[in-house]
């Protein structure tokens, strides 16, 4: 017989525990397989019994999957002896026993498999206590109820998120999954009860956020990143207009270009290149710009033509 030793399911949820079994003559019996299943103590009374022929080629009878809270989750004539139970709660939390009888065989085949129940930790309420009558001086209590399975650890934390060492804490378990953990407060303490296990973590804070201040807040957070990113796209949209006008031709508003090539030189005794004089005549609207042209018109003013001498040395073929 196979069992597994140890099965972890959520509260809440269905879940197989797992269980088979071989024997020697399983091809050639034809006796009747009985399975029980046991909760708690090894001898405990059965809550779950079926059984079925091994030669037979009808249902599983007292086998049968249905919606109740038991069922076989396999065949017993296959050697499956899998126990299905759905909607687990806490309280099937526990040990169980996997049970297999044959008819003509005197002792039965029993072994254990451990269920555990998990469940997620939270804080289902966080609020004032009030000193009870009589208890003069006794200051007000913040209580945090606690649920989780395992018990999860409880850490009270400041307004700034650090945990509260100098604090009178006290810790008072009330079931197998819950425990109630106080600690003295003040009218003006903000504090948050924190819990945590390897399932999960889970906190409160008290005073709680107001709902409408939070959505305030956000607003506010939503609109001022939007100007900011209307700013950023102006800015860049500005400098690569700037980018664009100083790459332009530095003659875009050059009316007009006259060249001269005056042909009057003198070539050296034995050398094939001649000074040549060429000159430009270059005239400029008063919008041309000084960045480019470094030259201004007065607006209404005629331009004259700006000339420009340059010596270059030209080869001859």
């Not at 050059?254 to 005549?281: C, F, I, K, M």
């Amino acid at each position: 017989m196979a069992v597994s030793p140890v099965v972890f399911a959520p509260r809440g949820e269905d879940v197989v525990l797992p269980c088979s079994f071989t024997h020697p003559e399983q091809q050639s019996y034809s006796g009747e397989i009985t399975l029980k299943w046991l909760a708690r103590e090894s001898n405990a009374k059965p809550f779950f019994v079926c059984s079925v022929r091994n030669d037979s080629i009808q249902g599983k009878y007292g086998c049968a999957e249905s919606q109740l809270k038991y069922s076989l989750k396999g065949d017993l004539r296959r050697g499956e002896l899998s126990l299905l139970i759905r909607r687990l709660q806490l309280g099937d939390n526990g040990t169980f026993f996997c049970r297999v009888e044959l008819q003509g065989f005197r002792k039965f085949i029993q072994k254990e498999t451990q269920l555990y129940v998990t469940v997620q930790p939270q804080i289902p309420s966080l609020s004032v206590v009030e000193p009870g009558s009589g208890s003069d001086g006794t200051p007000r209590r913040l209580q945090c109820e606690v649920e989780g399975h395992p018990l999860p650890s409880i850490t009270w934390l400041s307004a700034s998120g650090r945990p509260m060492e100098d604090l009178e804490v006290k810790n008072s378990q009330t079931g197998p999954a819950w425990v109630l953990s106080s600690v003295p407060y003040l009218q003006e303490d903000v504090l948050t009860c924190r819990v945590e296990s390897w399932l999960g973590a889970a906190e409160r804070r008290y005073p709680a956020v107001d709902s409408k201040t939070l959505i305030v807040s956000l607003s506010v957070s939503g609109l001022i990143v939007l100007l900011l990113l209307l700013l950023c796209t102006g800015l860049i949209v500005y400098r690569r207009s700037r980018a664009r006008a100083a790459t332009s031709p530095i003659y875009e508003n050059v009316e007009t270009v006259e060249n001269h090539h005056l042909q009057v030189s003198d070539r050296p005794v034995g050398g094939n290149v001649e000074l040549q004089l060429v000159y430009s005549a270059v005239s400029l609207t008063h919008a041309t710009s000084s960045q480019h042209a470094r030259v201004r018109s007065p607006v209404c003013q005629p331009v004259e033509p700006a000339v420009f001498y340059s010596p270059v040395n030209v080869r001859s073929e």
